[in-house]
């Protein structure tokens, strides 16, 4: 590992080798970055200023800024007193013996690309040999400290761009200063001899682990796909056991569909034959109820004739024997009337004749009375009908006849 130098060196001439001399890095690592040219002839009136790089003019000793490429006119106090260069340069700055977290010693080789971007300020304000010893000092802070925090076995994981925080802290470190890092990079990283066998031995196990565990994997991979594929092969035959099942099923539910529907079928021609049939004995028994309805009603209206008729009849017999009992009644009624009325006479002569027997005969009245009503009670055929028939009711009942003008 060769660590950087930022340089300035001497040039006769800049127009012919200025170019050549900021392209070239030296074995020890000398990066030139400014070139001090060598003093104007006091008798020349025209300086010469090549293209790509940064020329600074002094006049008499002063800065007059940077000079434009192309020939000038100038006396021999003008001068180019420094020359910058433009290029992107790469800056590799390898820090020894960075300690880890772990306290392990680890070499880390580091690569910095940075370019100048204001002359002036780069030359004037900082120096190329402050810029090496401020950029090694930065840097190596600043990678011992990333690597403080790592140990010997994350440490390579610092490798690549890793570093890329670095970045944005250069660039604000030497702001000012008129140089700009574009990349920082960590190429290597190197541990102990000891310990790095260890760990290469420690991988080489692992890695034969890892390929051991690659083979187990792969033949449980193999187990598994061909216990797949059994599983598959089992799957298949019973897919197809289950549609040949599938197809007995639909010709059987065929063929139970077409005894169910010539069953239909046959059923609705028996309910079709069974309709007219029923339909036939229906109309029969409507004809039979029609004539069994007239035949009734002819039979009703001989009844009826024949009932009107007998109550007729009956009617006139009763009415007949009513009017005789009547007349009988009357007659029996007028002749114990008379009776009595002879015997009330008798009565009243007897009274005359001997009012003493008056109880006597007035109880001998009272018995002829009750023997007369019993016997018209027991024999009696008449009609109760009328006023005579009340009076003689309540003769019946009292046990005396009540006797009313007529």
Known sequence: MVHSRCTQVRVSDICAKSVSVFSKKSKEGEIPLVIIPTARNR??????????????????????GEAEPGLHIKPSFWRIAYVVSRQANTYDAPVLRAPTSDDVMVNVDVVLVFKIVDASKFVYKLGAQNFDEFLS???????????????????????????????????????????????????????PNELANCLENTTKMDKKMDKLKRENEYEMLRINMQTAMNIEEIKRRLEQTLVAEQ??????????????????????????????????????????????????????????????????????????????????????????????????????????????????????????????LASLAGTGNFNLVGTSGDRLVAAMMTGKLTHTSV
């Open 247 to 372: 197809g007995r099923a639909n010709r059987a539910e065929l063929e139970f569909d077409q005894r169910k529907v010539k069953a239909e079928e046959d059923g609705r021609v028996a309910l079709i034959d069974a309709e007219s049939t029923s339909q036939v004995t229906h109309l029969e028994t409507e004809t039979q109820l029609k004539r069994t309805k007239v035949t009734l009603e002819t039979l009703q209206v001989q009844e009826n004739a024949q009932a009107k008729e007998y109550d007729l009849t009956v009617r006139k017999e009763a009415e007949l024997n009513g009017e005789v009992r009547e007349i009988t009644a009357s007659m029996n009624e007028k002749t114990m009337i008379c009776e009595a009325e002879a015997t009330k006479y008798e009565a009243a002569a007897e009274k005359e004749a001997s009012k003493g027997l008056i109880h006597a005969r007035k109880h001998e009245l009272d018995l002829r009375e009750k023997e007369i």
């Open 43 to 64: 008798l020349s009136l025209m300086m010469s200023v090549p293209s790509g790089i940064s020329c600074l003019l002094q006049k008499f000793g002063q800065d007059m």
């Open 137 to 191: 000092g930065t840097v190596d802070e600043a990678i011992r400290m990333m690597v403080r925090k790592e140990t010997h076995k994350t440490v390579y994981w610092l490798r690549g761009d890793r570093t890329k925080d670095m970045l944005p802290r250069l660039n604000e470190v030497f702001e000012g200063s008129g140089v700009m890092f574009s990349d920082v990079k960590i190429t290597s990283v190197w541990l």
